[in-house]
T-cell receptor
């Protein structure tokens, strides 16, 4: 059973450039969340995709956008890169459950290390 | 005030000892809590989750939840050098949609 996969593993960009990160969720999962983890910090929620739409969003600027495809895979796009965007970008997949459930287990991929110079 | 706070650490214990990791949360609507282990340069790996008051045991790990005190903890018994990692506590703030709020983590070192 394949887990969550992400590509690329590492990426180096310069300020002002644009980047696209990719994620394939764990088999059977239909929901993809993206997190940013700066050095020495916990992951911060960027946004979440379900049924090919952005379902919820954290406190990140519009430079951060995403997409989900019919096969549940997802992309994270960041435009006009800033030095502060340097971080580990994590994709987490989960299965959307019924409204009576409070169980939100998230499985993380290996991450993409983005360095902005 | 951050939604989830962890004692900043770092925490250092000898091999075989009990490591105690603590976490507090501010949103009383939070229902589920998660402990993730993160090795340096790697992604978080889920160790345990808990959503009922009391203790939940899984092997050498015990998670404890006290909703009245808004307190979550993780005990690691018979600590091993391979347990050395950063431990992240996360809560859901009552959301059923899978958004998690993480603390900044506690770095644990188990020395032989």
């Amino acid at each position: 059973d394949a887990g969550v996969t992400q590509s690329p593993t590492h990426l180096i960009k310069t300020r002002g450039q644009q980047v696209t990160l990719r994620c394939s969720p764990k088999s059977g999962h239909d929901t993809v969340s993206w997190y940013q983890q700066a050095l020495g910090q916990g992951p911060q929620f960027i946004f979440q995709y379900y049924e090919e739409e952005e379902r919820q969003r954290g406190n990140f600027p519009d430079r951060f956008s995403g997409h989900q495809f019919p096969n549940y895979s997802s992309e994270l796009n960041v435009n006009a890169l800033l030095l502060g965007d340097s971080a580990l970008y994590l994709c987490a997949s989960s299965q959307t459950l019924g409204t009576h459930s409070s169980y939100n287990e998230q499985f993380f991929g290996p991450g993409t290390r983005l360095t902005v110079l | 005030q951050k939604e989830v706070e962890q004692n900043s650490g770092p925490l250092s214990v000898p091999e075989g000892a009990i490591a105690s990791l603590n976490c507090t949360y501010s949103d009383r609507g939070s229902q589920s809590f998660f402990w993730y282990r993160q090795y340096s340069g790697k992604s978080p790996e889920l160790i345990m989750f808990i959503y009922s008051n009391g203790d939940k045991e899984d092997g050498r790990f015990t998670a404890q939840l006290n909703k009245a005190s808004q307190y979550v903890s993780l005990l690691i018994r018979d600590s091993q050098p391979s347990d050395s990692a950063t431990y992240l506590c996360a809560g859901d703030r009552g959301s059923t949609l899978g958004r998690l709020y993480f603390g900044r983590g506690t770095q644990l070192t188990v020395w032989p």
